[in-house]
């Protein structure tokens, strides 16, 4: 039985090739995506281990930022001298520097990275553990001078001698760079400026009294534990001690969040690759077990039982999932190292010679290409073991033509009124999180219903679907449709490949269409203000910005907005962390609140909130609460609930709770905030054109702030939900090409399952201009079938999704139709180019080769 299992296995192997590559790219993603947050995470963990200090010394941590806040958290300078006497210190160091500040060149161009990843500006403290080295030039000596990452400087062209301009919190100044420094380790892709320690303390903290971290050195025979106890006795519980181990733990952790992203995109393509590549195994297998009918039946008569059929049809499985999985492992090696050449674009550079490949990955791996594949041939190997031994001497084939669907129908009923119950139960719900689950439910119970209960759609769809086909073709269209009739089940598992990806694109295209209506009627609704000034990434920006604009003759009001983190204890006991928005008055003048119940003198006044209605509802506030708030730095405050709003989104004018209070309340007890927005007002007699080029031309040296008035404030919401959706066509493209695979494999077995009845055809007149759009008709209408199925099934979960998003104030429905439409006829290629070989192949038979095969 193993060696007649093999010889059928190679024998087959140009049928179970088109099988093989769904696994291989399913097993490439999972591979790719561990071998690149491996070799990552690796390399990170050696330079947090290598440039940690024994000990840092940092602020208490706060109340965690959900928006930036633009305050940097500082520890008094004179730690540093405090503690050098305590036992077990041989030394320590200042740290003194900030993160997401902007630099240009001459030409107020930003100096820095384009990616993401931050601009760090920090004093020049070179130990045994620096990550750089001075290379060219000479250290910075006093106010004006710095040095420069070699690779920030041969990126934006920056030589010794040339002047940038630091745009920093207390004010911006001009450096000239005087040397290089090159990184000794991985170049984790930000942009580096090093100042003198005094100038940065001055020019970055505001004070020479001020450093971000003391960093701290154990004696020789004193380990980091013991160092830190001795400063625990010292300093007490005032500041947050680390020893080199905890601060790479945590630098991990926070990069972890980050590769998390990376990762997790990765595996849902892996995901999408085995939900679909499960249908083309399915059928391939059947299909197969289908042709070998008479082949497994002699098997039989030759006393194989039952088990031993079985288990060679797994068998073959298996050797399928093996090479598969071996192939994909390999491909996923160049996907990571793929991965990380990208990575050396955006300024990460990892080496490929460092690739992490962990016992994870290979079991990971086989796990899926072989598991998977072993799954999705039991069903087709039960099926082969109950082949009769008398199938050997009579021309039949275990096609699953005339057997009924009654089990489907029950079963696809049943687990599709559940998800129909569920996905009613989420657009029901007045709870989100609730609302949620009974989604995600809805979804997966719809989904394996449809893929049930798809055969039995395929009759009446297709005859509509193909309707036209007999007045347009002519016999060739009869065929054509009726071919794709003959076997429901094979039809309807060839064509939920494509359903599943169009589904997922027809549910999330209707969500973030929404989603950009509710938000441009949003701005609609709320924003007043003929322009607002705001950075890209809605990050803090100088106070000098403020002031500059205000001094534009041709603007008129302008007020200012600020983001204070937050912690509310509620009348319910609960603790909500958030961002509260703070505003200067002239609010109504620039933004279109509505009030469900006080006003905006009210909650702009010293030591009042506001809130949205909703929120305010949920946990019991009522207007003339005390509420006690904490803001960054353990700092205590009791504000009066002043105002209720209804603005129909759930962040209301300030973020989570719409929580907002006067930007002289937030000045008092967070004084060291930034600006995050500014809101302009034209002038009297002056129109919106002329206010925009005046306040562009005085924002030119600020290349971190951009204008923008609705429409531009649209396009970005736009643009951010854009990348949302390139996401959901990637998944789209993988789908497509895993679906096109299985439809050519179905038409290429099935070309050779009716290979007499081709020669038959042929034999009575029929052209192979005929035979081959016999088949391309077939394709297609199998394709448009999967595709109205998917679209179907992706309309009903978009409308649940969007149901979802209502709750928190995302009410408009949109349809995109122009995405709905290119599916339809993306549908259509797709058939096209899946008959494109099996086509080709039928018409080149030879008909009476075609006549004469069993």
Known sequence: MLKATLRSFFAHKGRL????????????????SLIFSDTVSRTFDRLFASTSADVAIGPKEG?????????????????????????????????AGVENLTVVDSENEPVGSTTGAPTIATNW?????????????????????????????????????????????????????????????????????????????TKLLGSTKKATSIAVEAAPGVSDEQ???????????????????????????????????????????????????????VNTFSMLIAQRTRELGLMRALGADRRQVRRSVLTEALLLGAVGSTLGLA?????????????????????????????????????????????????PARRAARVSPMAALADAEVTGIGRPLTVRAIVGGVVGAAGAAALVGCAASDDTSNAASLLGLGVGLTLIATVIAGPLLVRPVIKVLGGAFPALFGSVGRMSQRNALRNPRRTGATAAAL????????????????????????????????????????????????????????AGLVVRQRFAPVEVTLPDEKKVRSAAGAFEKGLDDVAKITYVDGSTRAVLAPDRIGMDRKFATEHGVQMGDVLPVEFPGKVKAKLTVAALTDNGMASGPGTDGGLFVGLDTARKYLPDGQDSALYVNAADGVQADALRKDLEQVLDPYPQVQVRDQADYKELIRGQIAVM??????????????????????????????????????AIGLARRQLSWMIRLESVVIAVFGAVLGLGLGLVWGFAIQQVLALEGMTALALPWTTIIAVVLGSVVVGLVAALLPAARAARMNVLVAIAHE
Not at 248 to 260: K, P, Q, R
Not at 529 to 542: G, I, L, R, W
């Open 227 to 281: 160092l830190k106890q001795n400063l625990a006795a010292e300093l007490g519980a005032e500041y947050k001690l680390e020893t080199a181990d905890e601060q790479a733990e945590s630098a991990a952790a926070d990069l972890g969040s980050a590769l998390d992203v990376i990762k997790y995109v990765m595996l849902g393509f892996a995901g999408v690759s085995v939900l679909v590549g499960i249908f083309l195994i």
């Open 63 to 95: 109340i965690k930022e959900q928006i930036p806040s633009g305050i940097t958290p500082t520890v008094p300078a004179s730690l540093a001298e405090r503690v050098a006497d305590v036992e077990g210190v041989a030394r320590t160091e200042i740290d």
């Open 125 to 201: 403290n070179v130990t045994e553990r620096s990550p750089v080295k001075l290379t060219d030039g000479h250290e910075p000596r006093g106010e004006g001078e710095a040095l420069l990452d070699a690779d920030t400087a041969d990126k934006k062209h920056v030589d010794i001698g040339d002047t940038l301009t630091v745009l920093a919190k207390p004010g911006s100044f001009k450096v000239e760079i005087v040397g290089i420094a090159t990184f000794t380790t991985t170049n984790p892709g930000a942009a580096l400026v090093f100042l003198d320690t005094p100038t940065a303390q």
């Open 725 to 762: 959706l390139y996401l959901v066509y990637g998944l789209l493209g993988l789908a497509i090409i895993i679906a096109v695979l299985g439809v050519v494999n179905t038409l290429a077995l099935s070309v050779v399952e009716r290979t007499r009845e081709i020669g038959l055809l042929r």
């Open 17 to 32: 090739i088109l099988s093989a590559l769904a696994i291989i790219l399913s097993v490439a993603f999972v591979a790719g």
């Open 499 to 554: 359903m599943v990806g169009l589904a997922l694109v027809g549910g999330l295209s209707i969500a973030s269409a929404s989603m950009s209506k509710s938000f441009d009627q949003q701005i609609d609704r709320t924003l007043g203000a003929d322009f607002v000034v705001q950075n890209q990434n809605f990050m803090p920006f100088p106070a000098e910005i403020a002031d500059k604009v205000k001094g534009v003759d041709s």
């Open 331 to 379: 491909l996923g090696v160049g996907l990571a190292l793929g991965l990380i050449e990208l990575m050396g674009l955006v300024g990460m550079n990892l080496k490929s010679t460092e690739m992490v490949f962990g016992w994870v990955t290979p079991v990971a791996a086989y796990a899926v290409g072989v598991g998977v594949t072993f799954v999705a041939a039991y069903l």
